[in-house]
């Protein structure tokens, strides 16, 4: 539990040290307080003691690794963009490649995918009606912004190699996971 603690420090520092807004993050984990409550309610219920103060602890680990997912998520996408996102899919497709597989159609629609939930969520926040109508004007949106977004070109970025620093991450991310085990 205290390595999954010290990873979400790490990205909260991540995200100090790259200028991220933390407020979009705090309004998303505002939002999943219900999914959390509810993960803990049904995995004490499920347990075979309930009044185990282990099962609690378990719980409140799985709670935390997935507000460490969440900031993980929500980090990348604010650091990235469109272009390194395609570059760093194709690289990881590149033994796809070998394959026969179009790997640049793929990375493309990915990045472009994610680009448009960014766009949806902002039309979700900035619909102010009551709950009952909330869909609807979010389809509405989605569909005017369809019509009417102009079309841009997108470079697909030449493969290289990630900078050396950039294996740092990954790097500390697998000493913390393997801290558990050793």
Do not use: H
């Amino acid at each position: 539990m205290t390595n999954n603690i010290s990873f979400i420090i790490f990205i909260i520092l991540l995200f100090i040290i790259y200028k991220c807004p933390i407020s979009p993050i705090i309004i998303i984990l505002i939002r999943l307080r219900w999914l959390f409550l509810s993960i803990l309610i049904l995995n004490l219920f499920f347990s075979s003691d309930i009044f185990n103060i282990l099962n609690l602890f378990i719980v409140i680990e799985k709670v935390i690794i997935l507000i460490s997912i969440i900031l993980a998520a929500n980090l990348f996408l604010t650091i990235t963009t469109t272009q390194e996102i395609i570059a760093s899919l194709q690289w990881w497709f590149l033994p796809l490649t070998k394959l026969g597989f179009p790997t640049e159609r793929l990375a493309v629609r990915i990045a472009l995918v994610l680009d448009t939930v960014q766009i949806v969520q902002n039309f979700y926040t900035d619909i102010n009606s009551d709950t009952n109508n909330k869909p609807t004007e979010l389809f509405a949106k989605v569909l005017t912004c369809a019509n009417t977004i102009p079309l841009y070109f997108l470079e697909i970025p030449e493969l290289s190699k990630p900078p050396w620093w950039q294996w740092i991450y990954p790097l500390i991310i697998l000493i913390l996971i393997l801290n558990d085990y050793l």
